[in-house]
């Protein structure tokens, strides 16, 4: 006699087991399409690194991030690279146009100072040699009369002192002397140290501390790689002009004691700086628009493709100026 007897509980067992199995089998499914998804979101997203570095250094005028950026896994992020790169090239473009005003600016302010020292060299220089010669005759007409002799030496000699101002003035209006047309002109580095150490000189000489005037320190320091090469008249002509500029600030207006002119010219570049221990900048960027010369630095900086740096901290008190200028346009960095 065979008794068939059911078991509710074993069912249950049973059923239960058959529902954990498939919950487990569930979750693996679940856990195995997170980490898919995941992976193809990582992928997906991994190029807004690029795209986030290309927007930071089209902000702080580095387009080389946008032009490195390649093409993109998705439609949507493909078309915002595709934007910037559009940016970028547009920035380029507006870059090159604004270097090329500014150069064409710089031109014309040197165009205008060789016609100032060519009319003073032929309209003053005739006139004073003029008077020199007549204020010797003179002389010689009156030495019997030595009152009137000592007014006339005195006249020959007051030219002599505007003949040789307007002389120290055309040098500072023609440093490098008249342009050789249709001749790229080219400067020995040992001919820029020499007007440097001029300039330097006649600083110290205006300041030296006589008639009850605190001295001042003025000092160039210039390094000359043996593979510098003769620089480019233009660069030559910045360099002095923005020593210039610089000098005149600190002796004029920084109230300095001390005041450093250091460049250093290789193969690659000419590093220029200038650092005094006057009063500084309260607001460099409120400076940079006022008439003391540091935005035209500035400008004349950017406009040969080089670098730009001002600092003013307060500590130690002063102000420092740095620039660097590429010899060859194929080292032009953005400008910082």
């Given at each position: 006699?065979?008794?068939?007897?059911?078991?509710?509980?074993?069912?249950?067992?049973?059923?239960?087991?058959?529902?954990?199995?498939?919950?487990?089998?569930?979750?693996?499914?679940?856990?195995?399409?997170?980490?898919?998804?995941?992976?193809?979101?990582?992928?997906?997203?991994?190029?807004?690194?690029?795209?986030?570095?290309?927007?930071?250094?089209?902000?702080?005028?580095?387009?080389?991030?946008?032009?490195?950026?390649?093409?993109?896994?998705?439609?949507?992020?493909?078309?915002?690279?595709?934007?910037?790169?559009?940016?970028?090239?547009?920035?380029?473009?507006?870059?090159?146009?604004?270097?090329?005003?500014?150069?064409?600016?710089?031109?014309?302010?040197?165009?205008?100072?060789?016609?100032?020292?060519?009319?003073?060299?032929?309209?003053?220089?005739?006139?004073?040699?003029?008077?020199?010669?007549?204020?010797?005759?003179?002389?010689?007409?009156?030495?019997?009369?030595?009152?009137?002799?000592?007014?006339?030496?005195?006249?020959?000699?007051h030219c002599g002192e505007v003949q040789r101002d307007i002389r120290d003035l055309l040098v500072q209006l023609r440093p490098l002397g008249p342009v050789m047309d249709g001749h790229e002109e080219r400067v020995a580095p040992q001919r820029l140290q020499e007007l440097l150490e001029a300039l330097v000189r006649g600083w110290q000489v205006l300041h030296d501390g006589r008639e009850g005037r605190p001295a001042r320190d003025?000092?160039?320091?210039?390094?000359?790689?043996?593979?510098?090469?003769?620089?480019?008249?233009?660069?030559?002509?910045?360099?002095?002009?923005?020593?210039?500029?610089?000098?005149?600030?600190?002796?004029?207006?920084?109230?300095?004691?001390?005041?450093?002119?250091?460049?250093?010219?290789?193969?690659?570049?000419?590093?220029?700086?200038?650092?005094?221990?006057?009063?500084?900048?309260?607001?460099?960027?409120?400076?940079?628009?006022?008439?003391?010369?540091?935005?035209?630095?500035?400008?004349?900086?950017?406009?040969?493709?080089?670098?730009?740096?001002?600092?003013?901290?307060?500590?130690?008190?002063?102000?420092?100026?740095?620039?660097?200028?590429?010899?060859?346009?194929?080292?032009?960095?953005?400008?910082?």
């Open positions: 006699m065979l008794t068939l007897q059911a078991s509710p509980e074993g069912e249950r067992r049973e059923a239960l087991a058959d529902i954990g199995g498939v919950f487990l089998v569930l979750l693996g499914c679940i856990a195995g399409l997170l980490l898919v998804m995941r992976r193809n979101v990582r992928r997906s997203l991994a190029p807004l690194d690029d795209l986030l570095a290309a927007i930071d250094g089209i902000e702080h005028g580095r387009l080389a991030p946008v032009r490195a950026l390649t093409a993109m896994p998705t439609r949507e992020l493909d078309q915002i690279a595709a934007a910037l790169r559009q940016l970028a090239g547009a920035l380029d473009e507006a870059e090159s146009r604004r270097r090329l005003l500014s150069q064409k600016m710089q031109t014309l302010q040197e165009d205008e100072r060789a016609r100032l020292a060519r009319e003073l060299h032929d309209e003053f220089g005739q006139h004073l040699t003029a008077l020199r010669f007549d204020a010797a005759w003179l002389a010689r007409q009156l030495a019997d009369q030595p009152r009137l002799l000592e007014v006339v030496q005195g006249i020959s000699r003025f000092r160039l320091a210039l390094h000359i790689d043996a593979s510098a090469p003769a620089l480019p008249r233009e660069l030559a002509l910045a360099v002095y002009r923005l020593s210039q500029e610089a000098l005149t600030n600190a002796a004029r207006h920084a109230q300095a004691t001390r005041v450093a002119l250091t460049v250093d010219i290789d193969a690659q570049a000419v590093c220029w700086s200038v650092e005094d221990d006057g009063v500084g900048l309260g607001d460099p960027a409120a400076a940079m628009q006022r008439g003391n010369g540091l935005g035209g630095m500035q400008e004349r900086v950017w406009a040969l493709g080089g670098q730009w740096r001002l600092a003013s901290d307060g500590s130690p008190p002063g102000l420092r100026l740095q620039a660097r200028l590429p010899l060859s346009r194929a080292d032009v960095d953005p400008p910082s």
